[in-house]
Nanobody, 119 residues
């Protein structure tokens, strides 16, 4: 099992910045991929950014150049630095960990943290 706890959400004006953190614990040594996802009211959950065990990153087009995903392996913590925030970035942001065990994909999710961007 993997436990994920997000923090760092809040209310910010358009153009501002926030940094989200996700503390991971439990069976984390074999996590293949970690990522941030978000879900706005009335919309499906969508991928924001991912980072592999080796440090390769991937971003949604809507956040490229504004958001940066990173991880501190010593602290078992995942980060999402969000700059130049827009009202359309308003959503609940979720941290996720993905592990392949015996050929089966296992997904673990945090409880989510609210990000609200005012215009």
């Amino acid at each position: 099992q993997v436990q994920l706890v997000e923090s760092g959400g809040g209310l910010v004006q358009a153009g501002g910045s926030l940094r989200l953190s996700c503390a991971a614990s439990g069976s984390i040594f074999d996590i293949n991929l970690m990522g941030w996802y978000r879900q706005a009211p009335g919309k499906k959950r969508e991928l924001v950014a991912t980072i592999t065990k080796g440090g390769s990153t991937n971003y949604a087009d809507s956040v490229k150049g504004r958001f940066t995903i990173s991880r501190d392996n010593a602290k078992n913590t995942l980060y999402l630095q969000m700059n130049s925030l827009k009202p359309e970035d308003t959503a609940v942001y979720y941290c996720a960990a993905h592990k392949v065990l015996g050929g089966i994909l296992n997904d673990y999710w945090g409880q989510g943290t609210q990000v609200t961007v005012s215009s």
